[in-house]
Nanobody
Framework: QVQLVESGGGLMQAGGSLRLSCATS????????MGWFRQAPGKEREFVAA????????EYLDSVKGRFTISRDNAKNTVYLQMNSLKPEDTAVYYC???????????????????WGQGTQVTVSS
């Protein structure tokens, strides 16, 4: 059974930093791209960042480029999201997800991912 467990969320003032982690099990982690998504109250889930199986290719939501960095440690079956210069509009529940298939490249659509974590709350105060 595939499991993803996020951690690292919390309350932070604007301008601060947080590092989210997503530990995975039940799938050969190193063969799959991974993604981070977020969902704010009353809004649809949106793509934040994705990384390919090797870590050589990444993609970001325009509004987080230069502030967020996605990375992975295949030896630890873990993907990370380093979030710097946080803004109040970054407030949301953040989810990690694993690609539906072992394939090249990265994807930004939720339907391309088949397993999701339970989410971790990130709140940024102004």
């Amino acid at each position: 059974q595939v499991q993803l467990v996020e951690s690292g969320g919390g309350l932070m003032q604007a301008g601060g930093s947080l590092r989210l982690s997503c530990a995975t099990s039940g799938r050969t982690f190193s063969r799959y791209a991974m993604g981070w998504f977020r969902q704010a109250p009353g809004k649809e889930r949106e793509f934040v960042a994705a990384i390919n199986w090797s870590g050589s290719s990444t993609e970001y939501l325009d509004s987080v480029k230069g502030r967020f960095t996605i990375s992975r440690d295949n030896a630890k079956n873990t993907v990370y999201l380093q979030m710097n210069s946080l803004k109040p509009e970054d407030t949301a529940v953040y989810y990690c997800a694993v690609d539906r298939y072992p394939r090249p490249g990265v994807r930004s659509r939720p339907l391309d991912y088949d397993y999701w974590g339970q989410g971790t709350q990130v709140t940024v105060s102004s």
